[in-house]
């Protein structure tokens, strides 16, 4: 009797050790999966977007006042602009004066992974209900890590990154009351945090169809469909007019994502399958699609209505356009988690425990490859990606050096330039030079960006541009030849300085007495 209840408690023991060992590696594979997405968002500022923002904080930090008209370019100067992202542009010209640019890749790390541990917080309310799905460590690890993988063309220093903290958040309001009443205290919640939303970035809209999923979800479990709680997205609309621009805010919104000129030029407006975006990341994009699919038709005894409708209404958003990859990988690690916590947890007592093992340790390999493979660029490889590792600037990406040139020389005036370029322009040399363009979608009328766009291309001629806007600098892209040849033959402008990326051309003062 006694040899029988020390080989149980012999069992026993060893049950717990082998138990705590497998919590042990499955801290560690959340640590790899953390430190792998943190690894994503260590790359240099090489983003066209963040120097505008940056200027119009400097401007506002200055004259301590809203900025509301254009103040940087020659071609629209004293218009009205609906600067939709005052708070961040504050919020990153202060940190840059802190820290410099490593402080906003701090900021853009802490952002991306931040909306990543909101999204693997679900667990945690999910496995506080009876019979919910919550899946271990492991699994967790992964969905995580492929979710953060497939943020990677959306990490730059952008309002974008708070949309990702709001998103993520909203998910899990909605999955909080799951089964409960919608309290006085998730109405204001909600309130405060599409206002929150609002006045951060332009995806705010998105707001409104989560919560739409999430209300037809709750109608369809319980059989009938409760107009009070439809008054949440009446809320929601109402709380998005708490911003500086009141109802124009949304039709801005709209308007941008209207723009044809965007959907036909800017890569990151380009449908999924278009011909410029990497042939990895479309396949990578698809296959997750289809393993999201599976596992909502294994679980489909306890599908989720909301997290299929949203997975879905992504993914068709992602094939238009790939800038809204991001929302679906959310939407999908979500219900990746749901569905296969659910699914690997019915299979775990018909795996072998060696199936179990194997798995286990083909995983952490794998995280520590995936770890490896970043830092030493074989990961960008591979996606044929140019990415450098690091911090600081990547200054192949912006015409440096004719910056300092003008500036050196200490140049005046109105500037003809490209529209990628215009935002670091603006950063450097503003006031004393104003570009003609820049990346801003809002406050440019989009026949003057078609119109610079033709320039650029050598469909039309630049001098009537040049002449209308009193324009005496041009910096044109080494790229665009044939405008390059153009400025070239034009007798009133001299080749001033050549640099890696651009060349720079001033226009001829003409003598006392004689004609322009």
């Not at 993988?149 to 309001?173: D, G, K, N, Q």
């Not at 992504?314 to 991001?326: E, N, Q």
């Not at 690091?390 to 003008?406: E, K, L, Q, V």
């Amino acid at each position: 009797m006694s040899h029988s209840t020390h080989s149980l408690s012999a069992v026993a023991a060893e049950t717990a050790l082998a138990k705590s060992a497998v919590r042990h590696l499955g801290v560690f594979a959340l640590c790899l999966a953390a430190l792998s997405i943190l690894f994503l968002t260590f790359f240099p500022i090489e983003d066209n977007d963040v120097w505008w923002l940056l200027a119009a904080g400097r401007e506002m930090v200055r004259t301590g006042r809203p900025l509301m008209t254009d103040v940087f370019t020659c071609t629209i100067n004293g218009q009205p602009w609906m600067n939709k992202y005052m708070p961040f542009e504050i919020l990153i010209y202060l940190l840059y004066a802190a820290g410099g640019v490593n402080a906003l890749i701090a900021l853009r790390s802490l952002l991306v992974l931040g909306a990543l541990l909101i999204i693997s917080f679900h667990i945690i309310i999910w496995r506080r209900r009876k019979g919910a799905a919550a899946p271990d460590a492991f699994l967790a690890s992964f969905i995580l890590l492929v979710t953060g993988f497939l943020m990677i063309p959306r990490m730059f220093v952008r309002p974008e990154l708070f949309s990702f903290i709001c998103f993520a958040l909203l998910f899990l309001l909605w999955e909080h009351v799951r089964g409960r009443p919608l309290t006085g205290g998730f109405m204001a919640a909600l309130f405060l945090l599409q206002a929150f939303w609002t006045n951060m970035h332009s995806a705010f809209v998105l707001g409104y169809f989560v919560s739409g999923a999430f209300l037809l979800e709750r109608g369809v479990e319980r059989r009938y469909f409760s107009l009070k709680e439809w008054f949440a997205i009446p809320l929601q609309v109402l709380s998005s007019l708490i911003n500086p621009y009141g109802l124009r805010m949304p039709g801005g919104v709209l308007d941008v994502m209207r723009t044809p000129f965007y959907h036909r030029h800017l890569w990151e407006w380009q449908p999924l399958f278009s011909r410029i975006v990497p042939e990895p990341l479309r396949w990578i994009v698809l296959c997750w699609c289809l393993v999201t699919v599976a596992g909502f038709l294994v679980n489909r005894r306890r599908i989720r209505i909301a997290h299929l409708l949203l997975v879905l209404f992504f993914f068709i958003m992602t094939l238009k356009a790939r800038r809204h990859g991001v929302y679906f990988a959310l939407s999908a690690g979500v219900s990746n988690l749901w569905n296969y916590g659910y699914i690997l947890g019915v299979l775990k007592n018909r795996v072998p425990a060696f199936a179990r093992t194997a798995a286990v340790c083909a995983l952490l390999i794998f995280l520590l490859i995936f770890n490896r493979a970043i830092p030493s660029g074989t990961l960008y490889h591979i996606l044929r990606v140019s990415r450098p590792f690091g911090f600081g600037i990547n200054n192949s990406r912006y015409p440096w050096d004719c910056a300092t040139f003008m500036k050196s020389e200490k140049m005046s005036g109105n500037l003809f330039n490209g529209y990628d370029c215009g935002g670091y322009l603006i950063w450097r040399l503003s006031p004393d030079l104003r570009p003609c363009i820049d990346s801003r979608a809002e406050p440019f009328p989009p026949a003057l960006v078609e119109r610079h766009y033709r320039i650029i291309t050598g469909d039309e001629p630049p001098d009537a541009f040049l002449k209308e806007f009193n324009i005496t600098i041009a910096m044109i892209d080494l790229e665009d030849r044939d405008l390059l040849s153009h400025f070239y033959k034009m007798a009133d402008w001299n080749l001033s300085f050549m640099g890696h990326k651009s060349a720079v051309f001033t226009k001829i003062k003409p003598h006392k007495g004689d004609k322009e």
